[in-house]
């Protein structure tokens, strides 16, 4: 599907060899005019340098021009050189576009530990600048990743009375995902009109319910980061929180993450499933969340999805310890529609469940009987290659 970018948006894309060589691995977002702009960032104690300077621009700026970000190395755990190249680069982006520094904002993704080769970085922001314009936002998706195996975009178009706006974003995922947010870089991009408070609420909203409900391997990044620009080309009436379209604004880029979020999960690495974990009938939505979550992230449930072998005994244990409210004479697990576990005792239909998860999309369904809340987590099974592109990632 070919990817409609919003108005007003300009992109450009080319090779650092920053990790490798022979692929793009740098990309630069332009706004042609003043986009107002929020983001939403890793919560890890150690944060890199770019989630470090975003967080301080965004701290004082409402709005932003450019995002330029590379992928092969994270700018992680590099110290005050590490800040000052995530500084320099944003003045040299600020140069060549004839634009303010603070209206540069940086991502970076990859290896930590290791300092950018500025040598390399410092030329190709020439020539990002030359060719803006000349490369497409699905060319963008493809520069930033790094064990993903495919492209990460999605837009939507939404009507307000009588004016069309877009709403598309690109994002990068495949390992470290994990809760808080969910390892990843996000970039969303629209022409609408949105006040300030009205695009922060929504994102941190959205965040919450997509990209912090998502984990492959329960490891957080560093650099994790969602940013949102909107620079009003559409020429609406500007969305606040309080005004009728603010909720049809917000539902269409929960639409977004949410696709994103089921792409990242699909794209986990080595994973050969989406596996979507349903939790209802809990006694507070936080036990529900907490349900979810852990067997989400357990190694036996994973190891089980990806082995066809419907061991729902592995589930009720999992859920057995997170401390939540339940009796396991009340849990209810079914798999693809088959029900394996009633009254936290078995249906004996474990081998249909089997035959049935031999999909590349498993829905692991939850009632713990236990009151009236639900919620719903993105993962993957867990497989060797897992442990062979962790174990190479370096070398």
């Known amino acids: 599907m070919k990817i409609k970018p919003p108005r007003g948006f300009l992109f450009s894309v080319t090779g650092a060899e920053i990790k490798y060589r022979g692929r ?9 005019k003043d986009a107002t702009v929020s983001g939403v960032f890793t919560t890890n104690r150690v944060k890199a340098a770019p989630v470090l300077l975003d967080k301080e ?23 005050k050189k590490g800040i000052e190249d995530a500084r320099v680069i944003c003045s040299e982006v600020a140069r060549a576009l004839s634009i303010r520094e603070k209206d540069v904002l940086i991502s970076s993704t990859g290896v930590i530990g290791t300092p950018l080769p500025m040598e390399r970085v410092m030329p190709a922001i020439e020539e990002l600048a030359r060719k803006m314009g000349t490369n497409t936002l699905e060319d963008v998706a493809n520069a930033i990743m790094t064990t993903d195996t495919f492209p990460k975009a999605v837009y939507r178009e939404i009507r307000l009375g009588k004016i069309t706006g877009t709403i598309t974003a690109v994002a990068k995922g495949a390992g470290m995902i994990a809760p808080n947010m969910a390892t990843m870089l996000c970039f969303i991009l629209t022409d609408l009109s949105v006040e300030h408070r009205a695009l922060k609420e929504a994102l941190k909203t959205v965040v ?14 560093t650099n994790d980061t969602v940013m949102i620009m909107a620079n009003g080309l559409a020429s609406n009436r500007a969305i606040t929180l309080n005004s009728r379209n603010y909720r049809i604004f917000s539902k269409a880029v929960f639409e977004v993450c949410d696709s994103l979020s089921r792409m990242i999960a699909r794209d986990g ?10 939790v209802k009938g809990a006694h507070s939505y936080r036990d529900a969340r907490v349900a979810a979550l852990k067997v989400a992230n357990s190694l ?3 190891t089980a999805l990806y082995g066809n072998d419907a061991n729902w005994g592995r589930i009720i244990a999992a859920i ?23 009254r936290g005792r078995t249906t004996h239909n474990d081998h249909l469940a089997s035959e049935a ?5 498993i829905l692991v369904e939850i009632d713990l009987g236990a009151g009236r809340f639900s919620e719903r987590v993105y993962t993957c099974d867990l497989t060797e290659k897992y442990i062979t592109i962790n174990a190479e990632y370096r070398t």
Do not use: H, P, W
């Open 24 to 32: 793009n691995d740098m990309a630069l977002i332009v706004s042609e």
């Open 57 to 79: 621009r965004l701290r004082y700026n409402k709005t932003a021009r450019a995002i330029i970000v590379n992928s092969g190395n994270a700018n992680a755990c590099t110290g």
């Open 208 to 221: 919450e319910r997509t990209f912090n409900l998502l984990t492959v391997d329960g490891d957080m990044s």
């Open 269 to 278: 690495e080595g994973a050969t499933k989406l596996v979507i974990i349903k």
């Open 300 to 302: 036996l449930v994973k």
């Open 320 to 342: 057995g310890a997170t401390g939540i409210r339940f009796s396991e004479q009340d849990i209810r697990v079914s798999i693809n529609g088959i029900t394996v576990a009633k």
């Open 357 to 361: 998860m031999k999909k590349d999309e």
